[in-house]
């Protein structure tokens, strides 16, 4: 598959779909130059209303991965284990760096 029709079919997914897929492709990828040291990618929004600073937030996945595909990424909440802020499209998300479950109100 070439990089066109790769994107093409990225822009097919929902952003539910989409998270899943980054979280699964990236799963084996060790970001850390250091051995000792374990790192791996994780996905961000940005978003900002006009005149005020960009808020960046790291997306997660549902934990329950038979939530619905078209719901928006529309919950926010802190993860009580790491204190990642997280925004998801369900309120019961896995957290993308330590992998625990995050609830939002
Ligand atoms: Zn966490």
Redesign the pocket.
Known sequence: MDESRAIAWLNTLTDKQFAEFFYRAVADRNTSDLPEWNGHFVLAGAQKLPDEPWDIDLIGVPANADFVDDHPICQSGT??????T?RSVAKNAR??????D?YRT
């Open positions: 993860c009580m284990t790491c204190e990642s997280v957290c993308p760096v330590c992998g625990a995050v």
